[in-house]
């Protein structure tokens, strides 16, 4: 079962997140059409969610047959033309003001009338990135986390001008992709990351400053306040050049109380992005 107004689902992005959107909307029986900008780059994608659904496979998450049926229901492209026929479409690209806007001008000019356009951004104000189109009222943000096939949460952002009918779409939307939901206004950071990016930026600091060695901090937290990972652990899984962008954007926003770490900075400049780099905060094998 999948929503009346909601047969196909476009992807901007195949990236971590982008094939993550595409994978979990195709397992709820969405039809998705998946875009990139090379060949490469979807084939990228797709080897992603093959690998993602042989882990859920072998924890009986879903049966063979089901991650089958679900990657049959995804296509790859490289032409925007492609999600003209689109119901709703997600933007998963980097985290850009500028890329988003250009993005968001090619999706008005292709998609139909009704389409409503959402963006996964994490910190970029949602407004902004309407006001380059005709159908601000049909802009939402679905800011979801990663790993998307796992991770339950997804953030509803409601822009000066979107419409609550297009909120209640994102909502019952990610309700039936097997999502849970909460709603934040169009402020800087949304909720996590407003939250979170200090919260990791202070774990970093009391690293770099000696407070204590890695794997102490990171077991105080989680034992401490019951989280699954603690600061470090958790940038090196979320990316260490993505935590800088998200708290460099909040930083410019609202000031010194989110400005990035200097070990942060450090560690990106050195090609130290966390898991996806083999190095980060720990070694990775």
């Not at 998705?32 to 072998?58: C, K, N």
């Not at 104000?125 to 802009?139: F, G, L, M, Y």
């Not at 109380?257 to 898991?275: E, F, I, Q, S, T």
């Amino acid at each position: 079962m999948h929503l009346e107004k909601v047969d196909t689902v476009g992807v901007v992005g195949a990236g971590t997140m982008g094939n993550g959107i595409a994978q979990v909307a195709a397992t709820a029986g969405y039809n998705v059409v998946m875009r990139d900008m090379t060949d490469e780059l979807v084939a990228a994608g797709f080897e992603e969610i093959q690998s993602s659904f042989e882990t859920l496979v072998a924890r009986d998450t879903v049966t063979e047959q089901e991650a089958g049926a679900a990657t049959a229901r995804i296509t790859g492209t490289t032409e925007m033309d492609d999600l003209a026929d689109a119901d709703l479409v997600v933007e998963a690209v980097t985290e850009d003001m500028d890329i988003k806007q250009s993005v968001f001008e090619d999706l008005d000019a292709v998609c139909g009338p009704d389409t409503v356009l959402a963006s996964n951004t994490s910190t970029l104000s949602i407004t902004t990135i309407a006001s380059v189109t005709e159908r601000p009222e049909q802009v939402l943000g679905l800011h979801f986390m990663n790993p998307v096939p796992v991770m339950k949460g997804v953030e509803l952002v409601v822009g000066e001008k979107t419409s609550d009918e297009t909120v209640t779409l994102g909502r019952e939307f990610a309700h039936d992709i097997g999502k849970e939901t909460w709603e934040a206004d169009d402020k800087p950071g949304f909720v996590v990351n407003r939250v979170l990016m200090p919260w990791i930026n202070e774990g970093v600091r009391a690293y770099d400053e000696g407070v204590a060695d890695k794997a102490d901090i990171d077991r105080g937290l989680t034992l401490g306040t019951n989280v699954p990972m603690g600061p470090l652990e958790l940038a090196d899984h979320i990316g260490l050049d993505v935590v800088l962008d998200a708290s460099e954007t909040l930083y410019e926003e609202l000031g010194d109380r989110y400005k990035p770490a200097y070990l942060l900075k450090r560690k990106v400049a050195a090609g130290d992005l966390g898991k996806k780099s083999g190095q980060g905060f720990y070694d990775y094998d």
